[in-house]
Structure formats: C-alpha cells, structure tokens
C-alpha cells in the first residue's frame, strides 16, 4: 500500500465554538478530516485563547482530557498539556499556520486567500491505520518533512487526536523583512 497524499478543505478558520462544532461535525468523520480539525483547534489557539482551548477540547481524543472548565462541556486538556500549548504555541502562532497549505516563512505565515486547505499524508502502512485508529502524517510549511499524529475514532464516529506532540515543536521562524532606507 503506497502513501497517499490528501488536501482537506476546512473553509475559513472557526471564530467561535459553534463554528468550530460545525466544522468538526463536517470534517472529523475520516481520520484525515480529524487530522485536519486539530491542526485548525492549533490555530484557533493562537487567535483566541478561550476558543482555542474549547476547539482543542473538541478535537483530542476524551482519554486525554480532564475535568474542568478551561475547555468544554465540563472537559479541558489536561493542565500540563494547556501549558505545553501555551509555551510551544502561545507565543509562536506560526507554528499553527504552518499546517495551513499556501502559508510560508517567506510571507510570515499570512493566511493564503480562500479556501484554506490543511495537508495529510497517509503513510500507507497496514499496522499505522485500523478501523479505529490511524497515524497519519500533517504537512508543515515550515519543516522539511510532515509530522505525525494519532488519532482514534469515538464511539460516535469522530476522529480525535491522541498523540500529537510532534505537531507543537518549533518551525522555520517568519522571515523578516527589515526595511533598511539608510
């Protein structure tokens, strides 16, 4: 079984829960569309704290969530992981914009215009998917390969992260442009 690539279209980036509900509800019923929903719950994070948390709530695996109310519906990732989010994304949000076809550290990771389109590769590899989990690869624009991410179906046939560590980790920084008219 030969890798495939995929381009999946999430529209525009959610600016609130329904929004990000609606778009969930759309995408996350195939493990790429899941795959998709988180890379947009990462960006949501760096838009919108409150959001983002909601959104990365929806889009993790309920095994990997907690009780609280720094989440959704009672849920919340855990302490440690919204600390982790905060430091790896929080103050890079072009991490984020990274999984976003079209973006570049040339153009400082500005969303391209239109549809916005998020990346997937499925390696291809028999024990890396089943009926119920998947390990599918996220294109980054700013790394030179795609990164891994777990996913697992609930019982109601959404697919939600489980394992995403690499996808948090640093990217090639916006380039600068220094306007030098000395």
């Known amino acids: 079984m030969a890798h495939q690539e995929l381009e999946v279209e999430v529209g525009q980036i959610p600016s609130d829960v329904e929004g990000f509900l609606a778009l969930r509800d759309r995408l996350a019923t195939t493990a790429e569309g899941g ?74 990771y500005a969303l391209p215009a239109g549809v916005l389109k998020v990346r997937i590769r499925n ?25 891994p991410l777990a996913l697992v179906k609930n019982n109601r046939g959404l697919w939600k992260a489980k394992g995403w560590s690499s996808l948090t980790v640093g990217v090639r920084p916006p380039v600068e442009v220094v306007d030098d008219d000395l």
């Open 123 to 147: 390696q291809g590899m028999a024990h890396e998917r089943t009926e119920d989990t998947a390990k599918l690869f996220v294109h980054s624009t700013g790394a030179d390969s795609p990164r």
């Open 35 to 108: 795959a998709a929903v988180f890379a947009v719950a990462l960006v949501c994070l760096t838009r919108d704290e409150g959001l983002g948390r909601a959104a990365l709530t929806i889009a993790i695996d309920r095994s990997q969530l907690s009780q609280g109310d720094k989440g959704y519906k009672g849920f919340q990732p855990s302490n440690m992981e919204l600390q982790a989010f905060k430091e790896r994304i929080g103050g890079k949000p072009h991490v984020a914009l990274s999984y976003i076809a079209g973006t570049s550290p040339e153009a400082g």
